[in-house]
């Protein structure tokens, strides 16, 4: 089996997080390829919480999620990333923004 990897999505509360870990998990895989990866869920965020510091420590990458309906949503994720890159100084992260639109 391949190096693990560990990948913290995060973004707003009701943005599609969980829907985008449900497609990975249970949709289409590449055959032929045994990789693990561990995928974090985090609560969705709220005005004036932050993401706990923890995961910076250890994710090897990050997904962004905001919903194309929710502009504080789209400010936060930018927030995220100006703090991941702070970390990025000491190790390589890997990142993805990921836009959702909600169901209505």
Same mark, same amino acid.
């Given at each position: 089996?391949?190096?693990? +990897?560990? /990948?913290? /999505? +995060? ?7 969980? @829907? ?20 974090? %869920?985090? $609560? ?14 250890? @994710? %090897?990458? #990050?997904?962004? &999620?905001?919903? /194309? ?6 400010? $936060? ?9 702070? #970390?990025? %100084?000491?190790?390589? /992260?890997?990142?993805? &923004? ?7």
């Amino acid at each position: 089996m391949g190096k693990g +990897c560990k /990948v913290v /999505v +995060c973004g707003l509360l009701s943005v599609g997080k969980t @829907a985008i870990l449900e497609q990975l998990l249970y949709g289409n895989h590449t055959i032929g390829v045994k990789e693990q990866l561990h995928l974090y %869920d985090t $609560r969705g965020l709220q005005e004036g919480v932050e993401l706990p510091k923890h995961y910076f420590s250890f @994710a %090897d990458g #990050f997904v962004l &999620v905001y919903s /194309v309906n929710n502009l504080e949503s789209f400010q $936060r994720v930018e927030l995220l990333k100006k703090e991941i890159d702070k #970390f990025k %100084d000491k190790k390589e /992260v890997s990142g993805a &923004v990921k836009k959702k639109k909600s169901q209505l």
